[in-house]
């Protein structure tokens, strides 16, 4: 019997100890709900979750991003819902003004409230906004560079690369009394007297009558003076959709005249437009006003028309083989299979060996993170939509053809902006997708931590009692073992 070295005591003592901590582990893990509080409870276990609870909270964070990415697009929709509905007011406008039932000033007043809906387009482009984000301005949409273009239109199907052509020919106006085309017709009026139109002040009686300008009168009356010629015709030859200059020799040449239009001096009458369906068509229903104004009686056998672009498209650079343009005067449209397509607008008069590079990139459009991980995007396009890129900043339904221009260029404004809503759409189904495969991703893979990291309440209870009542028996038992001792005490007596 020993008093120096109570094994029992020891012995016991430490059995409660590994009692005391198995029962502080289990209190632990019940107060926290619990299996793994630190790495020591589980190594792999702790590295596995941290790992999941990162791809949790990204596929929550992605989700919102999501929600985030529709708020914007239902934006955007709002906003070309209100401009389809002023196109389709335009377009209701048009119709009325190519009705001749109107007066010069019913298509006055109709044309106010067209160009009233056109600042308004461009204000919505220029206004619309998300979070400080301009949506209509083309800020984002793809980004494409080249010089002696502009209006640069680009489908989805047109992968980023460097795309050259060179434009052969530039697109041309109808021009009548062209110095660089034909001889320059001069008036050859001559009266009783022997006085040309030059030595004259007024419009005499015998020179009386109508000019038509592509299908728009204009009355000379005897007596007009220049300026009011001048003005009758600068007027009306607006209405006809051209622009009229006095010309003056100078250096063996007619030239444009800087100063106010005389009697005597050549006409010059541009189209306002380019290409092949441009032209001037004028007649005049006296042949004195003719002679004294210069203009034919009728150019109805030759009638001055424009010419569309020429280009050739460089297969060697990203086009490729195959692709095909069409031209409407200096518009041009590049198209290949698959929904290939650019379109642009050419500069005036520019034409040149040098090829033009149109540099299409990545940047500019609108990228949504919409996944836990690196590259999980999804990258939305919203096209400039503005009066310029629908190309309806020209609409003028008070010219002779304007109505019926108007009408076929709002049908193709009113087509991009269908298709531009018709992707915002297609964007939004599938967020919505993405959102719900996001919160199933996000359920199933909590459920999966879960089972890493909770603990097994009922399983964990049985354990917290065992090692209650192993700890009140340890307990117990040393109070025994410290008795023991005692006992040399009778061998004393």
Do not use: W
Not at 89 to 104: F, I, P
Not at 470 to 487: M, R, Y
């Amino acid at each position: 019997m020993k008093i120096n070295h109570n094994m029992s005591a020891v012995i016991t003592n430490h059995q409660l100890l590994n009692n005391e901590n198995s029962l502080s582990v289990s209190m632990e893990k019940l107060s926290s709900g619990l299996r793994i509080n630190h790495a020591k409870d589980d190594a792999a276990g702790m590295a596995i979750s941290t790992k999941m609870r990162a791809q949790i909270q990204g596929l929550n964070q992605a989700s919102r991003n999501a929600s985030d990415g529709n708020s914007i697009l239902q934006t955007a929709d709002g906003a070309l819902n209100e401009v389809t509905s002023m196109i389709q007011r335009m377009r209701e406008l048009a119709v009325q003004a190519a009705n001749e039932t109107n007066t010069d000033d019913d298509k006055d007043s109709i044309q106010d409230e067209i160009e009233s809906l056109k600042k308004e387009i461009d204000r919505v482009s220029t206004d619309t906004e998300f979070n400080t984000k301009t949506l209509f301005n083309g800020s984002l949409d793809t980004r494409v560079y080249g010089d002696h273009v502009s209006r640069i239109s680009v489908s989805d199907a047109v992968a980023a690369g460097k795309y050259n052509f060179t434009i052969d020919e530039a697109a041309t106006q109808a021009v009548y009394n062209d110095p660089l085309g034909a001889a320059v017709t001069t008036p050859s009026y001559v009266d009783d007297n022997g006085d040309t139109a030059a030595d004259l002040d007024a419009i005499p009686d015998d020179a009386a009558g109508v000019v038509v300008i592509n299908g728009r009168e204009i009355k000379i009356e005897a007596g007009d003076t220049a300026t009011e010629v001048y003005g009758k015709l600068r007027e009306g030859a607006e209405l006809g959709e051209c622009s009229i200059n006095p010309l003056i020799q100078a250096g063996g040449i007619y030239v444009k005249k800087d100063a106010d239009y005389t009697f005597g001096d050549p006409l010059q009458l541009t189209s306002d437009f380019y290409g092949s369906g441009s032209q001037v068509k004028i007649s005049c229903d006296n042949e004195k006003l003719a002679q004294f104004l210069g203009l034919p009686m009728s150019n109805a056998d030759n009638i001055p028309t424009g010419k569309d672009a020429k280009l050739t498209i460089d297969a060697t650079s990203a086009f490729g083989n195959h692709c095909t343009y069409t031209t409407d005067g200096n518009k041009i449209t590049i198209t290949n299979r698959s929904g290939f397509e650019i379109s642009f607008l050419a500069e005036e008069g520019y034409s040149d060996t040098t090829p033009i590079q149109l540099d299409v990139t990545n940047i500019g459009t609108l990228t949504l993170q919409i996944g836990a991980n690196e590259h999980q995007t999804m990258d939305v396009r919203i096209p400039e939509i503005s009066t310029d890129s629908l190309y309806i900043d020209n609409l003028d339904v008070t010219t002779v053809n304007g109505a019926d221009r108007a009408i076929m260029q709002l049908d193709d404004a009113l087509e991009k902006v269908s298709s531009a809503r018709s992707k915002i759409g297609a964007y939004q189904n599938r967020l919505d997708h993405a959102i719900n495969s996001l919160e199933q991703e996000g359920q199933d893979m909590t459920a999966a931590l879960s089972r890493i990291e909770d603990v097994d309440m009922a399983g964990e209870m049985t354990e917290y009692t065992k090692d209650n009542v192993l700890t009140q028996a340890a307990t117990s038992v040393l109070a025994q073992a410290n008795d023991i001792p005692q006992q040399v005490l009778q061998l004393l007596q």
